[in-house]
């Protein structure tokens, strides 16, 4: 069974600070990983999304980058400003028999930009 | 716009007061699915659908009921809420691929937060 986790849960930085979110998953057969964002009470808005044959997506100030042997993704974000405070999930996409129809989501790293 | 809706965004219900939500996509997706967020257990499948007719049950699917008679539609119905069921749902579709050799992301809807009490 795919469990994703994502370290570490609540991360704090001050403004200007480039920042890592770290997510792990342990079944590499899946067909690709979804980096979201939430504010609070809100809905998930698409980051960015990695394909499995793919290493790193980039959009904006924002990196992600893949490692499906050892079954391991980062966001990298850079430059950080208050705006970025939320809470950010990472999400993978099965490859396995009914692996597909859904997504299995990691409980996420919820980020303060302090001013 | 390309967007999911759910519809209402916000319900407080009573135990046993059979009640639908409902989500419309405009993209044309084959897969829709459900989705319950609580605190400590993150997001969890309640059921999906592959196409219009196909269903099936994802992680937690007691309690709901669920149908898919046309594509742009995936309502998700409470017979007889439960406490328990109180929680944030969201909604969200997916392109699907015939050989699976290039599987889309998903788009989810703004959630429905649902309180019985």
């Known amino acids: 069974k795919q469990e994703v986790t994502q370290i570490p849960a609540a991360l704090s930085v001050p403004e200007g600070e480039n920042l890592v979110l770290n997510c792990s998953f342990t079944d590499s057969a899946i067909y690709n990983l979804q980096w979201f964002r939430q504010d609070p009470g809100k809905g998930l808005t698409s980051l960015l999304l990695?394909?499995?044959?793919?290493r790193e997506q980039t959009s904006g100030r924002l990196n992600a980058s893949l490692d499906k042997s050892s079954g391991r993704s980062t966001l990298y974000i850079a430059a950080s400003q208050p705006g970025d405070s939320a809470t950010y999930l990472c999400a993978v996409r099965g490859a396995t028999q009914g692996g597909s129809e859904k997504l299995v989501f990691g409980k996420g790293t919820k980020l303060t930009v302090n001013p | 716009e390309a967007q999911v809706t759910q519809n209402p965004r916000y319900l407080i219900t009573v135990t046993g007061k059979k009640l639908t939500v409902t989500c419309s996509q405009n993209m044309n997706h084959e897969y829709m699915s459900w989705y319950r967020q609580d605190p400590g257990l993150g997001l969890r499948q309640i059921y999906y659908?592959?196409?219009?007719?196909?269903?099936d049950k994802g992680d937690v699917p007691e309690g709901y009921k669920v149908s898919r008679k046309e594509k742009r539609n995936f309502p998700l119905i409470l017979e007889s809420p439960s406490p328990n069921q109180t929680s944030l749902y969201f909604c969200a579709s997916s392109l699907s691929s015939p050989d699976r050799a290039l599987i889309y992301g998903y788009t989810f809807g703004s959630g429905t937060r649902l309180t019985v009490v």
């Open positions: 659908s592959m196409n219009v007719e196909v269903t």
């Open positions: 990695i394909q499995s044959s793919q």
